[in-house]
């Protein structure tokens, strides 16, 4: 009885899977990057911390396609331990990338999907000038490309993990330009189509 249980579970989720990427459906989603911190004991026990939000959302605009948006929300800083003077710096991020996302099709509650994106990324740094110590600061923009790779883990039919590894670039010709690799981990929702969700009528 319980392999039957088991068994039924699982058809239940590979079908709402495979429905919650069909065309019509919507996504809302959630990641956590950028996550560091770091404490070194010699230059005056100097700190670093990072972290960025990711939340997003879209549609699929066919079968397995899904169009949409990624907002960025990070925030980074480096204090220094120097006892003559506040020489910490503080990042605000910000920013939105439009996406394409596709889904391997597969009847599997374990799906893997390909991601490219384009977009703006604004930066806004507070530091302190060093031949006075008076605060000042500095506002730069960047345009931003991206591909990733990711993975969700459909938990139930609508609820989903996931994972996302990829690499970002950004283009500034005064600022701030860099590239880097990175992984972000968070929550996806799955709404299914609205045609799919209403009974049909005689």
């Not at 770091?38 to 939000?53: A, D, E, I, M, T």
Request: glycine share 12%; aromatic share 14%; hydrophobic share 35%.
């Amino acid at each position: 009885m319980r392999k039957i249980l088991l068994a039924g579970l699982g058809c239940a989720l590979a079908t709402g899977a495979t429905a919650q990427t069909e065309k019509g459906a919507r996504f809302i989603g959630a990641n956590l990057g950028d996550l560091s911190y770091s404490r070194g004991k010699q230059n005056y026990g100097n700190s670093r911390f990072s972290v960025s939000l990711f939340p997003s959302v879209g549609v699929f605009v066919a079968n397995n396609f899904l169009l949409g948006a990624n907002l960025e929300l990070g925030y980074s800083s480096i204090k220094s331990g120097n006892s003559s003077g506040d020489y910490s710096t503080r990042v605000l991020q910000y920013g939105v990338s439009p996406f394409v996302r596709y889904y391997l099709p597969s009847t599997s509650a374990h799906r893997f999907f390909g991601q490219v994106g384009a977009g703006v990324l604004g930066q806004t740094a507070w530091y302190p000038n060093y031949y006075d110590g008076e605060r000042q600061s500095s506002t730069n923009f960047a345009s931003r490309y991206g591909v990733a790779v990711g993975y969700n883990y459909f938990l139930t039919p609508g609820a989903a993990l996931e994972v996302v590894a990829g690499y970002g670039h950004n283009s500034n010709r005064n600022a701030f330009s860099s590239g880097a690799l990175n992984v972000q981990a968070g929550f996806s929702i799955f709404l299914p189509s609205r045609v799919a969700t209403t009974a049909p009528t005689e």
